[in-house]
């Protein structure tokens, strides 16, 4: 076991992957190459346009669950956090 070769390709980076980062900026750079950012634009301003109710539905009962506060928490707001 302890001869087998690693193999770069499926080692776990962890957290920060490096390889992940490369893979994801060459295909950010594809896609504004071929040109194909205007089209996603458009599709993507129809998609909210199409479901703008739905979104802001979302997004208030989102924005309400952040207020809410555990019950089973206590705070001291004297002291700094």
Same mark, same amino acid.
């Given at each position: 076991? +302890?001869? #087998? @070769? @690693?193999? =770069?390709?499926?080692?776990?980076?962890?957290? +920060?992957s490096?390889?992940?980062?490369?893979?994801?900026?060459? $295909? #950010? #750079? $594809?896609?504004?190459?071929?040109?194909?950012?205007?089209?996603?634009?458009s599709? /993507?301003?129809? /998609?909210? $346009?199409?479901?703008?109710? &739905?979104l802001?539905k979302?997004?208030?009962?989102?924005?309400?669950?952040? /207020?809410? &506060? $555990? =019950?089973?928490?206590?705070?001291?707001?004297?002291? =700094?956090?």
């Amino acid at each position: 076991m +302890g001869d #087998q @070769k @690693k193999n =770069p390709e499926l080692e776990n980076e962890g957290e +920060g992957s490096r390889s992940a980062a490369r893979a994801y900026n060459k $295909d #950010q #750079q $594809d896609f504004v190459k071929e040109g194909r950012v205007g089209e996603a634009a458009s599709a /993507a301003r129809k /998609a909210v $346009d199409e479901n703008a109710d &739905h979104l802001a539905k979302a997004e208030r009962e989102g924005k309400a669950r952040a /207020a809410e &506060h $555990d =019950p089973e928490e206590t705070r001291d707001y004297k002291k =700094p956090e």
